[in-house]
């Protein structure tokens, strides 16, 4: 072969396996579109069975036509949380199943007949009609249904015809005696697998290394012995896809990767091993005969049939290996053990609402020391910021977020039962303070988010400003402090005295900003401090106002009121001297300095 027509089967190799992927993918991407966004969430509701799971994963990627496609899917949803790793073991299994769907189609190149019927089912036949069909929908369709269709024909046009140029470009290698003899070296079992595992990396598809395969049994003499090693290299290579798609994953993320390496890797060097090991006592007389499109495929199915339903059972080895791999460290071991149930709430107490109740109240005051705790340590971040400390105000507001949700449930079905008229009101109140609670350690997570933004771009209050959110974040934290000891102890008494301090803190809250302003307009202040300073402000009026709620509820069930926002506003219409006399206790106690007019 002259320097031209190597440069043409070169080319033509190159642009048609570029056409094969660009395919490939296109189509992907048009058929998880059809899907709207459904695949992902019935994938992660299905997935409990592990027979239902697997199938599933069978299902889902010989629509997707891609075992990355849908494995990097599964690395997503276990990322995200939405699935744990023993139920993505079994979607995994299922996928390398479920890709050997690609080939079969593709070695629909492969029929040849004089009948014209017959011919009709060769894709070069009717892709040119798909093509135009799928360009119809996709330029003048309106509908997005119909522009996805229209996406997945061209996809699979532009698919098949990437195949039949790699086929008709590498036709002249038939002749070429020194192409047949570096094809004949691919026949030495690790040299072809090491092979089909690094073309495979390299072009992150399996499918496009059978593709390849497959189009040049078409035109070249491949045997047995040659397509085995290489179509089982393939299988270790695809992972390449997951692996990568982890890197910015969480631990999870990148088990969930490491069991499809493992996987395919323990299927391509168990079969290696057994094959090759018989083969040298057995001498298979077929390892020297021609393989043809079909027959690749029937390999590749063959593989996977026998190996992903014998893994199904033992599947929690690979996910024993993922973790061997990547331990779970104290951190993460915090973190599952957040996720769990709360173990005071038991289903069982059910049957004896007061003593299921009061199991809540106990859950309740965890969650409430949680979050004081989250705020005592956002507001020693906005004198000395910690990124550790940041990290814990974050890690409790989540927890906080977890109690809420269960603590809610748990109630609901406790109110589901019958309960004497005290009880069904503590319910009622243990629902609102725990959501008060809630939005309390969020306040927090504001606090610390605003002291991270000040410490990274270097603003601090001047320091007059500084002495009154000290004065201000002393007053918070004490109306904080009270309620979780009212809430703790269901004492209405200290309840009472939490109003009064609420009043006063919105009294500071105004104050500080009048102040603010003066500054500002004297050039001592910077508009961004104020912003600062007004953000963190609301926060702490929002924080007062909570506490309010709370000790308001605690007072509701002491005094069998069950009117919070009537309590309040008489409370404050009667304004009697024990209530003036209180405010002005907290007035004189959380006084802010003079200023020079």
Known sequence: MDSLEVFSLIAGLVGGLAMFLYGMNVMSGGLTKAAGGKLESVLARVTEHPIIAYLFGVGVTALVQSSSASTVMVVGLVNSGIMTLKQAVNVILG????????AWLLSLNAISSDNFFINLLKPKSFTPFLALVGIALYMFSKNDKKKNIGTILLGFSVLMFGMSTMSDAVSPLKDVEGFKRVLTSFSNPLLGFLVGILFTMTIQSSAGTI????????????????????????EVGTCIT???SSFGANKNGKRTALMHLYFNVIKATTFMILFYAIHSVVNFAFMDSQIGMVGIAGIHTLVNLVATPLMLPFS????????????????????????????????????????????????????????HDAMAKAIGLLTE?????????????????????????YLMQINAHHLGNKDSHTLSVLLHCITDYERISDHALNIMQKARGMSENKRKFSPKAQQEMDIFSKAVMEIVELSLQAFENEDVKVAKSIEPLEETIDTINMEVKRRHVRRLRKGKCTIEQGFDLSDIGTDFERVADHCSNIAVGLIEVDEDAYDAHGYIQQLKADKGKDFEKAVEFYQNKYLLPAVKY
Do not use: W
């Not at 990290?391 to 906080?400: H, N, P, Q």
């Open 242 to 244: 997951a692996i990568l």
């Open 316 to 371: 929690e080895i690979l996910v024993t290996l993922a973790l061997k791999t990547i331990p779970i460290d104290e951190a993460e071991k915090r973190e599952q053990e957040d996720q769990q149930g709360i173990r005071t709430l038991d289903p069982r107490f059910l049957s004896n609402p007061p003593f299921a109740l009061e199991q809540a109240r106990q859950a309740a005051i965890v969650m409430a020391t949680m979050s």
């Open 95 to 102: 996928a390398n199943l479920g890709t050997t769907f690609t």
């Open 385 to 409: 910021f910690d990124e550790k400390e940041a990290e814990e105000v974050d890690y409790l507001e989540r927890k906080v977020d977890t109690y809420e949700d269960q603590l809610g449930t």
């Open 211 to 234: 593709g390849v395969l497959q189009a040049l049994s078409l035109s070249v003499k491949i045997k047995y012995d040659v397509a085995i090693p290489v179509v089982i290299g393939a």
